[in-house]
């Protein structure tokens, strides 16, 4: 699909990219004079490669420099452990290979028609042999549509150095998007060999319950103590790159840097906070919980009954009492604890909870095998009930013979 955005983009341009090897462009290749001048206002340089020539701006940071509430080395003490419970696998890749990863493009839908306008890729890198590593955030910008070759050239050279990739919901969009921006250039795409933390994901598995949206500036807010009053929005970086194609403008393009980098340095963040979060053995409430979830997730319903039970009584009185007693019943419920279950269903029930009252219900009848406050339960929620309720009018009618029997 042609959007007329793109349309512009391509017009602006002065023709339409078909697919070619890389370093083949249909575009007239310009000596380093005729490159567009970007240099100076957006800091970086243009590289020669063998494909071609690209824009990128190298930033290094110490490992003591603090993004938020971390360090950027706190994130080669990450433990294995943690680390291979949010990658899902029995041995994680060290940190020093990880390759922090976030793209920029001309819009959402993904496609062939989405370009990618900005990579940005973290890396902790040595300088000097023998010396401590430094973060090397490198940043790669299409100056042109004709640059496209030789810039994802480079991007897959530089990520195929990485043993893993770190990104934001990127199994959804950022990899997905590479992957055909790498076909259509012929470019052999290095992303399908490396593990991929993909934070999103374990972001929503913790803290769901407190952050709907999971968005990486809710994550940074809660994680990392990071607000961004003055960011440029992703929705306007399309708009901000049209104008650079068609106008020629760069000083905007300079706050899109700066939001790609920031986004970078907080994968950093984030997975140092997450992997803390997991390392931990006491945690407040609040975090217990969280990481209460995560384990009943992955499977280990034991520890998540023993941590939710240990959180309930200080989330007494508050939002979060609801939702994790539910789960805490449940689990006691599968663990064959009927009689702790019957009293957190009781007191759901009593707040207004159907589905506990139902549950309450079973337990009378089957287990406490008090058929007469069974009764009473079903009962009450039969009249609560807004329409006629079948499974509730069976429940009572078979409870009734069972008292008449007796």
Partial sequence: MHTPTLDRLRHAVGATKAAAPVGVSLFKVRTQDELPPLAEILRGEWLDTAHGPVFVRDQWYALEHAHGAHSLGSALSCGDGALS??????????????????????????GTGTYVVLAAL???ERVVAGEPPAFRLRQYFLAGLQYEGAMMA????????CDALVTYNGRAFDVPVMESRFTLSRVASPCGDLAHFDLLHAVRRLYAHRMPGCKLVDAERR????????????????????????????SRLR?????????????????????????????DPDDAIAVAKWHE??????????????????LD????WTWVARRL???????????????????????????????????????????????????SLDQESEQPNQLLSHRLRRIRRKLART
């Fill in 329 to 379: 019943a449940i689990l006691q419920k599968k663990q064959g604890r009927r009689d702790d279950a019957a009293k957190l269903w009781e007191r759901l029930w009593s707040g207004g909870d159907a589905t506990a009252g139902i549950e309450l219900a079973k337990y009378l009848e089957h287990h406490a095998r008090n058929l007469p406050e069974a009764e009473r339960v079903v009962c």
């Fill in 85 to 110: 419970m949010l990658l899902g696998a029995n041995d994680a890749p060290s940190p020093e290979r990880y390759g922090f990863f976030d793209i920029e493009t001309t819009g959402l839908s993904g």
């Fill in 297 to 314: 997730r992955t499977g280990n319903g034991p520890l998540a009954m023993q941590m939710y039970g240990d959180a309930l009584p200080w």
């Fill in 255 to 283: 706050g899109v840097f700066r939001h790609n980098a920031e986004d970078v340095l907080s994968l950093v963040g984030i997975l140092v906070s997450l992997t803390a979060l997991l390392s931990r053995e006491e945690h």
């Fill in 317 to 320: 009185g508050g939002d979060d």
């Fill in 122 to 124: 973290g890396t902790f």
């Fill in 154 to 161: 480079l991007i897959a050279e530089d990520i195929a150095g």
């Fill in 223 to 250: 994680l990392l103590r990071i607000d961004r009053p003055d960011d440029v929005p992703g929705s306007l970086i399309p708009e901000i790159y049209r104008d650079y194609v068609t106008a020629g403008r760069v």
